[in-house]
């Protein structure tokens, strides 16, 4: 039933706490939906406890990492701009994290663009930074390039021409699409 109202995006039938859980999920797009949830339940002090929580969720010293917490983290952020100018920073810095799911990073910063723009670091900066580190994922890519549109950046010109296909999110289902084709 919770699977079905996150298809429907009836968020308003669930609680945080059942949206946390689906950040976990093995199909990716419960991820994607679980996040949308919580960005859409968590405002003003709850969504800043949440991002903490899901910030903690993502270190070694939680003990339950949590796959799903940076699109959490961007879709809470996403609507809640005043709380999640103070953690603007440290979410790009974790493309710097080998460990973290550094996709949904790069998604998170396109989702969060107008607020992240003016991180430190420079999101911009350390996507071509990143890119040059994973341009053989080609969901990296995907993401990143994403990223660096809605934030008015240049598209590196070796992924104008790139034929990989690559499965993302797109707001509503998972899809799979041509690298160049997103330019």
């Known amino acids: ?12 039938m669930l609680t945080p706490r059942i949206a946390m859980k689906f950040l976990y999920d093995g199909d990716e797009f419960y991820r994607f ?3 949308e949830a919580l960005g859409f339940l ?22 339950a990492y949590c796959i799903g917490a940076p ?11 005043e709380v999640f100018e103070g953690f603007k920073n440290k979410f790009v810095s974790l493309l710097d994290d080998w460990e973290v799911e550094r996709k949904y990073v790069a998604y998170g910063i396109m989702r ?5 723009r003016d991180a430190y670091p420079n999101p911009i900066e350390k996507i071509y930074e990143v890119l ?8 990296f890519v995907a993401y990143a390039i994403l990223a660096l549109k809605s934030l008015n950046a240049k598209i590196p010109k070796e992924f ?11 707001g509503n289902e998972m899809v ?6 997103l330019l």
Do not use: Q
Request: with cysteine; proline share 3%; aromatic share 6%.
């Open 1 to 12: 039933m919770e699977r079905e109202l996150l298809k429907m995006r009836r968020f308003e």
């Open 33 to 35: 939906r679980g996040a």
């Open 42 to 63: 968590c405002k003003g002090e709850k969504a800043r406890n949440y991002i903490l929580r899901l910030f903690w969720h993502l270190s070694d010293e939680s003990g």
């Open 71 to 81: 699109l959490g983290i961007a879709e809470i952020g996403r609507n809640n701009p």
């Open 112 to 116: 969060t663009s107008e607020i992240v």
């Open 132 to 139: 040059e580190e994973l341009k053989e994922n080609p969901e």
């Open 160 to 170: 104008k021409e790139d034929r990989r296909m690559a499965r993302i999110y797109d």
């Open 176 to 181: 799979i699409v041509r690298i160049c084709d």
